[in-house]
């Protein structure tokens, strides 16, 4: 995220608090109530934002952990693409002699 991004919704969330007090006080509820509830209702807001960041960190779904298993993909895929066909045979070979092999195709 740029800095101008995070000036951008610090803004938008100051002044979705102030359009929420300018509505409620249109509603018909006193300014010390109004206060309240659009104080409240930003709280909420943001214990909701924090609630999904929490849990994408705890379900390893953060944009930066995403991007590593990209990049670590990105350079098997090349790397697999750059072998010779006779690299390849070894691998496989590697790769067969490293597998165990299962009792009910004996």
């Keep these: 995220m740029r800095r101008i991004d995070a000036i951008l919704i610090t803004l938008g969330?100051?002044?979705?608090?102030?359009?929420?007090?300018?509505?409620?006080?249109?509603?018909?509820?006193?300014?010390?109530?109004?206060?309240?509830?659009?104080?409240?209702?930003?709280?909420?807001?943001?214990?909701?934002?924090?609630?999904?960041?929490?849990?994408r960190a705890l379900n390893q779904k953060m944009s930066y952990v995403q991007q590593l298993k990209d990049y670590e993909e990105a350079v098997i895929q090349q790397r697999y693409e750059e072998m010779t066909p006779e690299q390849l045979a070894?691998?496989?070979?590697?790769?067969?002699?490293?597998?165990?092999?299962n009792p009910e195709e004996s």
């Design 13 to 55: 969330v100051f002044g979705a608090g102030g359009l929420a007090y300018v509505l409620l006080k249109v509603a018909g509820l006193e300014e010390v109530q109004a206060g309240i509830w659009s104080q409240v209702a930003l709280v909420v807001g943001l214990l909701g934002w924090v609630s999904t960041y929490v849990y």
């Design 90 to 101: 070894e691998l496989q070979a590697e790769i067969d002699r490293d597998r165990p092999k």
